[in-house]
């Protein structure tokens, strides 16, 4: 049987929680796009460390919560906004 290797295993991720939260396909290209807004500072950082980054990013006319690792320069995962969050507790009540 195949394993996933963990570069692939990463995108799945990412691309499933973007889908999941925001209603986006994160093809390659969306991923380079996104990283590249990254890299050329054209996001806001929110919270930084050595390792790892989450950046508020505007894709396809959204802000997008993203966490990026430093060192491979790749999108580790999508993470919900507060307002998404909000809602989610809004349910709750």
Do not use: C, W
């Not at 994160?26 to 989450?54: C, G």
């Not at 950046?55 to 430093?70: I, P, R, T, W």
């Amino acid at each position: 049987m195949n394993r996933r290797t963990r570069k692939t295993a990463q995108h799945e991720h990412a691309k499933q929680r973007a889908e999941e939260r925001y209603g986006i396909t994160l093809s390659k290209k969306a991923r380079r796009e996104i990283v590249q807004k990254i890299l050329n500072n054209k996001s806001v950082v929110l919270e930084s460390s050595l390792t790892r980054s989450i950046h508020l990013v505007n894709y396809e006319g959204q802000a997008m919560k993203v966490v990026f690792s430093v060192a491979a320069q790749k999108i580790i995962t999508v993470l919900p906004n507060k307002l998404m969050i909000d809602q989610m507790f809004d349910d709750y009540e």
